[in-house]
């Protein structure tokens, strides 16, 4: 077997059926829930000192009144962005739409949103490269679900061509009002689920960019997801250590012209 082969059948196991009886009965396959450890925090950390961005609340949203059936029979992905901005409102909508939060658990162990996760464990961290977004300066934020505002990671965004290659020469992305890109933390996971954790943090990015895809057509906007990017790279540009968080998607919004 080559080492390319190797590395197929390593990939392919996350999609097998696993063998429960031959798991020895220990402990350390077990995850730390039953451990009885502390479960991570529902969203990452951040400075309570930091200044935090307030953003339009879900119950006065103007935008995002498309009828269900229409935004599913339109929803398409679009390469072609005109110049507009995106308003503080419509992106509010659209974080909402992807990890808004409804409830938080007492005990800290789930939040039920916008979209499914397993345990409601909710691995994923939204990142925003705005560009182009009324009342935001060109930048890197974190989105914060629970809160419903955002934080600044870095007024470092870099240029169109610079993130085309980043994004292996795609030349959409550069021209994006913002770019969402979602990182996973796996132990937010893995804390509840052990070892069978990754098909589940895998699939779970779908169900959040699927709901992107339909909240873009409620605001005259469009989407893209892309999983060809360079990895390093847009770890880096999000600030995260590619180890304990990791880039999994990438999906640029902008607006486009009336179909």
Known sequence: MTKYDEMIKQRRDLLKA???????QEEWWKPDQMKGVDPPPLEKPFNNDANLI???DPKDFKVGNVPLIDAIANRASQRVFTDESLTLEELSFLL???QGVREV???????KR?????????????????NRVN?????????LPIEHKLILVTKNLPDADDL????????FIGKSAVVFVWAAIPYKTEWRYSFISYKDILIEAGHI??????????????????????QKAMDDLIQVDGENEMTVYVSPVGKINPR
Not at 135 to 143: A, D, K, Q, S
Not at 209 to 220: D, F, H, K, S, T
Request: with cysteine; glycine share 10%.
């Open 18 to 24: 696993h063998d429960y009886e031959a798991i020895p």
């Open 164 to 171: 085309m290659e980043k994004a292996w020469y795609q030349k």
């Open 54 to 56: 307030d953003l339009v």
């Open 209 to 230: 960019c699927q709901n992107l895809y339909l909240a873009c057509e409620g605001v005259g906007a469009g989407t893209c997801a892309i999983a060809a990017y360079e």
């Open 135 to 143: 009342e935001l300066e060109r930048g890197v934020y974190r989105y």
């Open 105 to 111: 658990d007492k005990n800290k162990v789930w939040t």
């Open 114 to 130: 916008a979209v499914p996760s397993g345990g409601g464990r909710q691995p994923y961290e939204t990142y925003l490269l705005v």
């Open 96 to 98: 909402w739409s992807t």
